[in-house]
């Protein structure tokens, strides 16, 4: 499984957003495939995630009725969608994908993409 991921750039506060995840070698055991954001000096922190299958989707607290996450299964990619954009959402945004049927931490994902910058100015 391979992610490429891309969308990020420097936008003001209040303004959206959208994160693009393309998977290529998709394989029958990823189930989960989730975006992740790490600011700097900050731990990796989980976003968003959608189940391949189901699109079942769940989010963090502090994204839930700004960002929505989604998936086309016929272009094989992972979108996320941030609206009211504020300057502590900026950080290195990751897609990744796991086998388990929902993860929520990073290391139950097996694959990473290598991430896009996101900057929100105030």
């Known amino acids: 499984v391979q992610l490429q991921a891309s969308g990020g750039g420097l936008v003001q506060a209040g303004v959206s957003l959208r994160l693009s995840c393309v998977v290529s070698?998709?394989?029958?055991?990823?189930?989960?495939m989730s975006w992740f954001r790490q600011a700097p000096g900050k731990e990796r922190e989980f976003v968003a995630a959608i189940s391949w299958r189901s699109g079942s989707r769940y989010y963090a607290e502090f994204v839930k009725g700004r960002f929505t996450i989604s998936r086309d299964p016929a272009s094989k990619s992972v979108s996320l969608q941030m609206n009211s954009l504020k300057p502590e959402d900026s950080a290195v945004y990751y897609c990744?994908?796991?086998?388990?049927?929902?993860?929520?931490?990073?290391?139950?994902?097996?694959?990473w993409g290598q991430g896009t910058q996101v900057t929100v100015s105030s």
């Open positions: 070698r998709l394989t029958v055991t990823t189930n989960c």
């Open positions: 990744a994908a796991s086998s388990h049927t929902r993860a929520t931490i990073g290391k139950e994902y097996d694959y």
